[in-house]
C-alpha cells in the first residue's frame, strides 16, 4: 500500500497527462518545420534522427532537472521560429556549418543567463503587458480547436463536449477525458495514418563545428535573436504569469549550456516553452500549486521517449490527425488565455498598452526576421511611455492607485500570488495541468 500511495504522489494522473499532452503539443506542432531545417542542410536520414535524439534528450534533461530544482512547472522547448528560420537559411550551407551555427547562439543564451541582464529586462516589463503578450501567443490555439471542428468536426466536437461535461462531473479529468474521447473518435473515423511506421533505436551522429564568419552572421546570430524574443520572452511571461518567481538567468544559462554540449548532435535551439509552459501552470496539472512542478517532469520523461524513438518520431507524429492535436491544445488552454486576458486588462493604467500588446502579438506579424511576440511588447512599451508623456501647459495629475495584485479566483482576503498570477487557478480553469512552437 505504501508504494501504490508513493507511486500515486509522484504521478498523479493529471500531472501525468499534463506532461503528455505538453509533448505532444510541442512536438506535433513543429516537427515538419524541423524536419525541413534538417533538410535545408542537407541532413540524410540518420542524421535526421540524431536531430531527434539530440533534442528530446535536451528538452527531457533540462525540463526534469530545472523542474526538481526549482520545484517550480518549468518546461522547455526546441525553438520553432528558430526552426523556420534556419529552413530557408541553411540551404546550401554544409551541416558541419550549419552547426558552428548552433553552437554559437547556444552560447550567446549561456552568456545572456551568465550576465543577467535578460532578467534585469523582464524585471522591468509592467505585469499586464506579459499577461497581453501571453494572451496573444496562445490566441490562435484557442481558435484553432473551432477551426478544427470545421475540418474534422466528428473528432473535434466531441472532444469539446466531453470536456464541458467532465467540466461539471470531473473537473480534475476534463482535459484527459477530452483527449479520451478525441482518440476514441479519431479511431472511429478511421483518421490514424500508419502506413510506413515502424520502429527504430536512436544512432547519434556527431558533426564537428566548422565557424565559419559568414554562416554564423547569417543564421547563428538571428537564430539567437527569434530564440530570445520569440521563446524565451514569453516562455518567462508564462512562469511570472502564473504566479512562479523563479530566477530567469539560471534558466537561461543551464539550457544555453546543455545546448552548446548538444549542438554537435543536432540540437539547434533549447530554450523556454511558452505554450506549452502554459499546459503544465494550471489548475488541473495539480491542484496543489506547489505540486505543479511534476507536470513539466512528466513532460521532461515523455521527451527522453521522444529521443528514444529517435527516426522514428517523424512517421509516429505524422500518424496523428491534425484536428486531434489541434483541440486538445485548445481545450487545455482555455483557461490560461482567460486569466491571462484578465490580468492584462484589470489595471485600468495599463489598459490601453496591454491592448496593443495583444493586438500586436496575435497578429503573427514578422518583421526583419524577429516574429511578433517582440514587435507586440515593444509596442506595447511604445504605448505606456507615450501615455505618460507630459503635455506641455498642463499640471500632471496625481496617479490612481491600481488594483490588489492578486490571482484572479482566490477568495477575498486571500495573499496576493507573488509575479500576478493569470487566473490559471481561476474558477473554471481549463488548462490539463496549468509561437510559437511550443
Given amino acids: 500500500m505504501k508504494v501504490l500511495a508513493s507511486l500515486r504522489s509522484a504521478a498523479p494522473a493529471p500531472a501525468v497527462t499534463a506532461g503528455l499532452v505538453t509533448v505532444l503539443v510541442g512536438v506535433t ?216 518567481d523563479v530566477p530567469v538567468s539560471p534558466l537561461l544559462g543551464w539550457t544555453g549550456a546543455v545546448n552548446a554540449v548538444l549542438a554537435p548532435f543536432g540540437a539547434f535551439g533549447l530554450n523556454l516553452a511558452a505554450i506549452t509552459a502554459a499546459i503544465c501552470t494550471g489548475e488541473q496539472a495539480h491542484p496543489d500549486r506547489s505540486r505543479r512542478y511534476l507536470a513539466a517532469v512528466w513532460a521532461g520523461v515523455f521527451y527522453l521517449c521522444v529521443a528514444a524513438l529517435g527516426g522514428t518520431i517523424g512517421a509516429l507524429l505524422t500518424a496523428m490527425p491534425r484536428e486531434l492535436v489541434l483541440g486538445i491544445a485548445g481545450i487545455g488552454l482555455l483557461g490560461t488565455i482567460g486569466g491571462s486576458l484578465h490580468t492584462a486588462l484589470g489595471d485600468e493604467r495599463h489598459r490601453e498598452a496591454a491592448v496593443v500588446t495583444f493586438l500586436a502579438t496575435a497578429s503573427g506579424m514578422t518583421l526583419l526576421g524577429i516574429g511578433s511576440a517582440f514587435w507586440g511588447l515593444l509596442a506595447g512599451v511604445c504605448t505606456l511611455l507615450a501615455a505618460r508623456l507630459p503635455v506641455p501647459g498642463r499640471r500632471p495629475r496625481a496617479p490612481r492607485p491600481g488594483p490588489e495584485r492578486s490571482a484572479p479566483g482566490d477568495e477575498a482576503g486571500a495573499p496576493a500570488v507573488p509575479g500576478g498570477a493569470t487566473g490559471d487557478d481561476a474558477p473554471g480553469s481549463s488548462v490539463p495541468a496549468g509561437s510559437t512552437g511550443s
Fill in 29 to 244: 506542432s513543429s516537427a515538419a518545420v524541423v524536419f525541413s531545417a534538417a533538410r535545408a542542410a542537407g541532413a540524410d536520414a540518420s542524421e535526421l534522427a540524431s536531430w531527434m535524439f539530440a533534442l528530446g534528450l535536451g528538452l527531457g534533461v533540462t525540463s526534469i532537472g530545472l523542474s526538481l530544482r526549482y520545484r517550480t512547472p518549468i518546461v522547455t522547448a526546441w525553438s520553432t521560429p528558430g526552426a523556420a528560420l534556419l529552413a530557408t537559411g541553411l540551404v546550401g550551407v554544409p551541416m558541419s556549418r550549419a552547426v558552428g551555427a548552433f553552437l554559437l547562439s547556444a552560447l550567446l543564451i549561456l552568456v545572456s543567463g551568465v550576465t543577467g541582464w535578460f532578467a534585469r529586462v523582464m524585471d522591468a516589463l509592467p505585469v499586464p503587458l506579459t499577461a497581453a503578450l501571453l494572451a496573444g501567443v496562445l490566441l490562435q490555439f484557442g481558435t484553432d480547436l473551432f477551426t478544427a471542428m470545421h475540418g474534422r468536426f466528428a473528432v473535434a466536437f466531441p472532444m469539446f463536449a466531453a470536456y464541458l461535461l467532465a467540466r461539471r462531473l470531473l473537473p480534475r479529468y476534463a482535459v484527459l477525458a477530452a483527449l479520451a474521447v478525441g482518440v476514441a473518435a479519431t479511431t472511429v473515423t478511421g483518421g490514424w495514418h500508419t502506413a510506413g511506421l515502424r520502429l527504430s533505436a536512436p544512432a547519434p551522429v556527431f558533426t564537428a563545428p566548422d565557424l565559419d564568419w559568414r554562416v554564423l552572421l547569417s543564421v547563428g546570430v538571428p537564430l539567437y535573436v527569434v530564440t530570445m524574443t520569440g521563446q524565451n520572452l514569453p516562455g518567462v511571461a508564462v512562469l511570472r504569469n502564473s504566479g512562479y
